[in-house]
């Protein structure tokens, strides 16, 4: 395994107790076609992971459902037993269905069973963070999650859960788990064309909760696509790497969960990420998602 001196860009955060580097990794993309299956390069998934804890990153994002159980099993191949100061956050709330769908799976007892289906898959006693994921494949969908997240609560209680967090979350199910008890982070959809969470992210900021987006470059129109490659070639850089370097820029409090299946997109996004952007390229940049 390759190791880094170099720091990573964006630096650290605090999950609750848990130290991690604002740039992280995201291992939805190391399963099969359309998040299922095994990968067509199983050994080349396990370089990806290795590579990225000898980057030092230290803040994986996965799920049990991705596969389904396919990225937990990589990750526990490639990297158990883990060191201590990395930190894999999870996620719970939805299962795949024979054509790739992703049905909520959000009663007590679906709940219980996927928090021990990745404690088994991870080989862990007590998984770090659980993201509690709601909506559907379209976004977030209002409505209570009192019922589901208190019973993640008691897993919590139960020390099989470390720290709680939610996902595709509307601001007002934001308030509400935390009503219910401490998060240490929301995963939403977020980027330069979508900032319909601009207000939220800064309240979390103030109360020390970090936002993790994903999708960086998902949802652009055309003329907001033709915007940012403007951008990113006078910058002589990609698309992906403006958008990544922006988000860091955005708030001290978003951390990044790229993902990729190759060692060199990788490293590509981690140097990307670390784009200088002057005052005047984000000006350009913040007039892409108005």
Request: with cysteine; net charge negative.
């Amino acid at each position: 395994m390759r190791t880094s001196s170099a720091p990573l860009p964006g630096g650290t955060w605090a999950l609750g107790d848990l130290t991690v580097t604002r740039f992280g990794y995201g291992a939805m993309q190391l399963a099969g076609p359309w998040v299922m299956g095994p990968p067509a390069d199983h050994d080349g998934a396990l370089a990806v992971l290795r590579e990225a804890v000898g980057l030092g990153i230290t803040h994986i994002d996965t799920a049990d459902a991705y596969g389904p159980h396919v990225t937990n099993q990589l990750i526990r191949e490639a990297l158990h037993p883990y060191s201590d100061s990395l930190h894999i956050v999870t996620k719970v709330g939805a299962t795949r269905d024979q054509e790739g769908g992703w049905p909520p799976a959000r009663r007590p007892d679906e709940l219980r069973r996927a928090v021990i289906d990745n404690l088994e898959a991870l080989r862990l006693d007590t998984l770090d963070v659980v993201n509690l994921r709601l909506g559907d494949a379209q976004g977030p969908v209002p409505g209570s999650l009192a019922e589901a997240f208190g019973t993640l609560v008691d897993l919590q209680r139960q020390g099989l859960i470390r720290h709680l967090g939610v996902s595709n979350a509307t601001a007002e199910q934001v308030a509400e788990a935390r009503s219910i008890a401490p998060i240490v982070c929301v995963q939403n959809m977020y980027n330069l064309a979508h900032r319909h969470d601009d207000e939220l992210i800064d309240e979390l900021a103030e109360h020390g909760i970090a936002y993790v987006p994903f999708f960086p470059l998902g949802g652009f129109t055309p003329l907001q696509s033709s915007a940012l490659t403007a951008v990113a070639s006078r910058l002589d850089a990609t698309p992906m790497s403006v958008a990544l370097a922006w988000l860091l820029r955005r708030s001290p409090n978003i951390l990044l969960i790229p993902g990729t299946s190759s060692v060199a997109h990788l490293r590509e996004n981690v140097a990307g990420a670390g784009l200088p952007l002057s005052d005047d390229d984000l000006a350009e940049l913040g007039k892409i998602g108005c």
